[in-house]
C-alpha cells in the first residue's frame, strides 16, 4: 500500500522553527521527484519547495527562500522540510508529493500553524 505521512507539524511563535517529516512507504521514493506543497486557510494550493530523486538540485518559491530547506534521505525513505524564521503567513495545512512520469501521490497533510 502506497503511503506518504507527514508529521512534525504544530503551534510555533513567530520567529520559531519547525521540521515536518515525509515518510514514504509501499514504493521506492528515491525514484521520485519530492515536493512540499501548501494550503492557507481559504486559499488554493501554494508550491513551496521540490527536490530532485538524488538530491541534487533543489527549488524554493520566493516566499520561503532562505528560510526553509527541503532535504531527503533516500536510505530511509524520508523527505523532510527545515522551516526557519517562520511567519504568520507560513501558517498552513503542509502536504508532501512525490511525481514520476506517470505517478503522482500525495499524503495527508500536517497542520503548521505559527501565532502569538
Known amino acids: 500500500q502506497v503511503q506518504l505521512v507527514e508529521s512534525g507539524g504544530g503551534l510555533v511563535q513567530p520567529g520559531g522553527s519547525l521540521r515536518l517529516s515525509c515518510a514514504a512507504s509501499?514504493?521506492?521514493?528515491?525514484?521520485?521527484?519530492m515536493s512540499w506543497v501548501r494550503q492557507a486557510p481559504g486559499k488554493g494550493l501554494e508550491w513551496v519547495s521540490s527536490?530532485?530523486?538524488?538530491?541534487?538540485?533543489?527549488y524554493y518559491a520566493d516566499s520561503v527562500k532562505g528560510r526553509f530547506t527541503i532535504s531527503r534521505d533516500n536510505a530511509k525513505n524520508t523527505l523532510y522540510l527545515q522551516m526557519n524564521s517562520l511567519k504568520s503567513e507560513d501558517t498552513a495545512v503542509y502536504y508532501c508529493?512525490?511525481?514520476?512520469?506517470?505517478?503522482?501521490?500525495w499524503g495527508q497533510g500536517t497542520q503548521v500553524t505559527v501565532s502569538s
Open positions: 508529493n512525490a511525481k514520476t512520469m506517470a505517478r503522482d501521490y
Open positions: 509501499g514504493f521506492t521514493s528515491s525514484s521520485y521527484y
Open positions: 527536490i530532485y530523486s538524488d538530491g541534487s538540485n533543489t
